[in-house]
Every structure is written in C-alpha cells, then in structure tokens.
C-alpha cells in the first residue's frame, strides 16, 4: 500500500526563519501529494498540491515541488511567522480513480517572536 | 455558510455503549469521509461514500458503521465502542473525490472509557 513519511517534530523556529518540512512516499501508479495545515482546535485546511511531476505548488508563501524522480514533496517557507504555528500534514492520493488519501504523521511547527 | 459540521464536539461513552457521530454539509459534495486522528499516528481513513447509496471502506474500518442516504449526510455509528476507538473523529467533503479540495469538520473527540 501507500505511505507517506514526514519529518517528525516538533520543529521550532523564530520568526523570518526558513522552514523546510520533509516530505516523500511510496506509492503505485500516478499519485498526487499534497500539504494540509491544523490550526490549532480546527479541522484541517488544503495549503497546497500538485498534479504531476515537476509541478510546483504555492500558497501563502509556502511551496513544495513534486519530485517524481525521488519521490518527495517538500514544504518551504522563506520567512516563517508566529501566525505559522500549526500541525502541517503531507499527504498521497495514489493516484487517478483513487478515493483515498493516505496521511503522514503531522509535524507541528511552533514560530516564537 | 456552513460548510460542514459535525455534532457532538466532545462525547464520552462507557466501553460498550453505542452512539452516532454526526456530519452533514451543504455544498452539495458527491464525496464524504471520515478520518480518525491519533497521536503520533496521522489521521486514518476509516470509510467513505462517493455518493448517496455508495459507501466503501478505508484503512481502519473495523467497529464502525456508515450509511449515506442522502447527499448532505454522512453518519459514522460505533456499534459497541472500545477504549480503543478513543480518538478525535474528522469528517472532510469534496466536490468529486480527494483529488479536489477536502473540506474538514472542526472534529468530534471521543472519550471511552
């Protein structure tokens, strides 16, 4: 099956610090990844996807680049702030006419001032 | 603008009660899941439904029921809860399938005891 395998946290930064979380997967077939963020006591929120290699995502100043060849999908922020601090969640659907979505563990960011 | 809500927000059962977590949304979503989420562990798809009258199971299907009815509703009952179903629950909607967009209820944490 799927698996997706993200660093683990926490991971603590002050803020304008630059964020990479790790992110890569095994998967079958075409999969799509993407990033979803938990603030805290909220459901999670889409931050970004990709549809097919080489594709860059973006949103809110974070990015990833789906990398088919080592197939990861790293998030990058430039310059992190406090309004950051969340529980950032990679995810695989493995592909086109696949109802699932197969999570990593969630790493939690904390950005102090 | 309700998007999707879940009832209760907290509950606490006794090992062998029963009950039903509900979740409904009003996008008119084809695709409703229902994910539990456990420390350290990620959020687990438990079943999903691509439509009214279709229910499929996901990765941890075992000791919960779904039905969907009707479009707006999606219900996940726990037959005889189990210390071990001890989680919070997300139900998440889309238009078409997780390839799209999930939108996430704001959880239900569930206490058996």
């Known amino acids: 099956g799927n698996s997706v395998t993200q660093m683990e946290g926490p991971v603590t930064l002050s803020e304008e610090a630059f964020l990479t979380i790790n992110c890569t997967y095994t998967?079958?077939?075409?999969?799509?990844p993407f990033w979803y963020v938990q603030y805290p006591g909220e459901g999670l929120q889409l931050l970004l996807k990709?549809?097919?290699?080489?594709d860059k995502g973006s949103n809110k100043g974070f990015e990833a680049t789906y990398r088919k060849e080592t197939t990861s999908f790293h998030l990058e922020k430039g310059s992190v702030q406090v309004s950051d601090s969340a529980v950032y969640f990679c995810?695989?659907?493995?592909?086109?006419?696949?109802?699932?979505?197969?999570f990593g563990k969630g790493t939690k960011l904390s950005v102090i001032p | 603008n309700a998007g999707v809500t879940q009832t209760p927000k907290f509950q606490v059962l006794k090992t062998g009660q029963s009950m039903t977590l509900q979740c409904a949304q009003d996008?008119?979503?084809?695709?409703m899941s229902w994910y539990r989420q456990d420390p350290g562990m990620g959020l687990r798809l438990i079943h999903y439904?691509?439509?009214?009258?279709?229910?499929d199971q996901g990765e941890v299907p075992n000791g919960y029921n779904v039905s969907r009815s009707t479009t707006e509703d999606f219900p996940l009952r726990l037959l005889s809860a189990a210390p071990s179903q001890t989680s919070v629950y997300f139900c998440?909607?889309?238009?078409?399938?997780?390839?799209?967009?999930?939108?996430f209820g704001s959880g239900t944490q569930l206490s058996v005891l």
């Open positions: 996008m008119n979503h084809e695709y």
């Open positions: 439904s691509v439509g009214a009258g279709i229910t």
């Open positions: 990709a549809t097919k290699a080489d």
């Open positions: 998967a079958t077939g075409y999969p799509s």
């Open positions: 998440a909607s889309s238009y078409r399938g997780p390839a799209e967009k999930l939108f």
């Open positions: 995810a695989l659907r493995s592909g086109a006419g696949s109802y699932q979505l197969t």
